[in-house]
């Protein structure tokens, strides 16, 4: 049974800060490249950062440069997300996700998802 299970999310005041955690079972974890979407009420979802399956190679939505920083530790088959000065529209549903075939870390298609957590940001 594949499992994403993201841990992490909470309530921050603007400017804090949080890291997210995924950690996958059930797959070669080092086989796929792992990203951040998130998801906000009456918004699309969109993809924050990706990680190549390395660790070497890095993506980030234009909205999150600067200050979320993505990494991997393919030992511990854990996926992280470091996220400072967190604003007010940063608050959504964090996804963790899975990829076992794009080669370019921008374009990021999932296989498989973790159930979300909860990151809010209050002003």
């Known amino acids: 049974q594949v499992q994403l299970v993201e841990s992490g999310g909470g309530l921050v005041q603007a400017g804090g800060s949080l890291r997210l955690s995924c950690a996958a079972s059930?797959?070669?974890?080092?086989?796929?490249?792992m990203g951040w979407f998130r998801q906000a009420p009456g918004k699309e979802r969109e993809l924050v950062s990706s990680?190549?399956?390395?660790?070497?190679?890095?993506y980030y939505g234009n909205s999150v440069k600067g200050r979320f920083t993505i990494s991997r530790d393919n030992a511990k088959n854990t996926v992280y997300l470091q996220m400072n000065s967190l604003k007010p529209e940063d608050t959504a549903v964090y996804y963790c996700?899975?990829?076992?075939?794009?080669?370019?870390?921008?374009?990021?298609?999932?296989?498989?998802w973790g159930q979300g957590t909860q990151v809010t940001v209050s002003s």
């Open positions: 059930g797959v070669t974890f080092s086989g796929y490249m």
């Open positions: 990680v190549s399956r390395g660790g070497s190679n890095t």
């Open positions: 996700a899975a990829d076992s075939r794009t080669t370019l870390v921008g374009f990021l298609r999932p296989d498989y």
